[in-house]
């Protein structure tokens, strides 16, 4: 289930069930989104990005939700594995802009 | 094709003294920005760089840290006297920017992990 820890919100699943990792933004002239998985110790990884004239868009094991009448981000990420275990980011960007904006992020635990 | 490069993966400092953080792009990559990280928090962007111009500092603070990305050589962020609140993660990135362009994926540096005692 999920539930808020100290700082960041913990998300915990079974390996093999599917995550949905939720973000809310508050730019609603943000028109790109990315979601980035970071492990301890280490940077930012890029998983997937969105356009803001998509509202879906699907990697490998991984979705990306955009509704942008209520500025909602989700990822979903199937068969979850222990490798996927880390803290997950949202980013967003307008497009006069370079700079990414990021959300407070969401603790992944993946248990077996 | 190596990654964006960071150093000092950790630097640590005493009050009052200068920290100097380094970025090297990806090659092929000449727009670089620095983000900090606090513990349990999401990244801030601080700087955005081009080789020899500073194009967006409005996360930098005002006094003691500067930023430069010269023609040659790795990006630089300079905290000067530093405090113990500058104990963070710096992040530097790097995207393939074309002009007019801003969709840019931007690809993460490992970091470095800034203490002051």
């Known amino acids: 289930g999920e539930s808020v820890g100290l700082h960041l919100p913990t998300l915990s699943v079974q390996e093999g069930d599917n995550s949905i990792i939720n973000c809310a933004y508050s730019?609603?002239?943000?028109?790109?989104f990315i979601w980035y998985k970071q492990e301890s110790g280490k940077g930012p990884q890029f998983i997937i990005d969105?356009?803001?004239?998509?509202d879906k868009r699907q990697g490998q094991r991984v979705t990306v939700l955009l509704n942008k009448t209520v500025k909602h981000l989700s990822l979903q990420i199937a068969a979850t594995q222990p490798g996927d275990s880390a803290v997950y980011f949202c980013?967003?960007?307008?497009?006069?802009?370079?700079?990414?904006?990021f959300g407070t992020g969401t603790r992944l635990q993946v248990t077996l | 094709n190596a990654g964006v490069m960071q150093n000092p993966r950790h630097l640590v400092r005493r009050r009052g003294q200068e920290a100097r953080l380094r970025c090297s792009p990806m090659?092929?990559?000449?727009?670089v920005y620095w983000y900090r990280q606090l513990p349990e928090e999401g990244l801030k962007f601080m700087v955005y760089?081009?080789?020899?111009?500073?194009?967006?500092e409005s996360g930098m603070p005002k006094e003691r840290f500067s930023a430069e990305f010269p023609k040659e050589g790795p990006s630089i962020l300079r905290i000067q006297q530093v405090v113990r609140g500058d104990s963070a993660a710096y992040f530097c990135?790097?995207?393939?920017?074309?002009?007019?362009?801003?969709?840019?994926?931007?690809?993460f540096g490992p970091g470095t992990r800034l203490t002051v005692l």
């Open positions: 990135a790097s995207s393939p920017n074309q002009a007019g362009y801003s969709y840019n994926e931007q690809f």
């Open positions: 730019n609603s002239a943000s028109d790109y």
């Open positions: 969105i356009r803001s004239n998509m």
């Open positions: 980013a967003e960007n307008t497009g006069t802009a370079s700079k990414l904006t």
């Open positions: 090659k092929g990559h000449s727009h």
């Open positions: 760089l081009q080789k020899e111009n500073i194009i967006d």
